[in-house]
Nanobody, 126 residues
Framework: QVQLVESGGGLVQAGGSLRLSCVASGDTFSRYNMGWFRQAPGKEREERELVAAISWSDDIPYYENGVQGRFTASRDNDKNTVYLKMNSLKLVDTVVYYC????????????????WGQGTQVTVSS
């Protein structure tokens, strides 16, 4: 079992930045592909979207088109932590962000991720 705990969400003005962190425990962190999903208001769990992901080998990360160039995913295996640095935040980035982990490959489908954090709210104001 892997436990994931997110932090770093909050309220920020449009154009600002935030860095989300996710600390993992319970298994060997470096074996897992890590990612961040978002869930927009009114959407169901199955409609969560993969925002960014980074493989266990820390090769080229995946980014959803709308965040490409604004968000950066990274990991620190010594700290069992994955990060999502979010720059140039927009109103549409106002969602709950979930940290995920999987031993499978990086896929955009929610059911391919075994482990989920509790979510952290990001609110972007105008």
């Amino acid at each position: 079992q892997v436990q994931l705990v997110e932090s770093g969400g909050g309220l920020v003005q449009a154009g600002g930045s935030l860095r989300l962190s996710c600390v993992a425990s319970g298994d060997t962190f470096s074996r897992y592909n890590m990612g961040w999903f978002r869930q927009a208001p009114g959407k169901e769990r199955e409609e969560r979207e993969l925002v960014a992901a980074i493989s266990w080998s820390d090769d080229i990360p995946y980014y959803e088109n709308g965040v490409q160039g604004r968000f950066t995913a990274s990991r620190d295996n010594d700290k069992n932590t994955v990060y999502l640095k979010m720059n140039s935040l927009k109103l549409v980035d106002t969602v709950v962000y979930y940290c995920v982990a999987s031993r499978a490959g990086i896929y955009v489908y929610t059911w391919t991720y075994n482990y989920w954090g509790q979510g952290t709210q990001v609110t972007v104001s105008s």
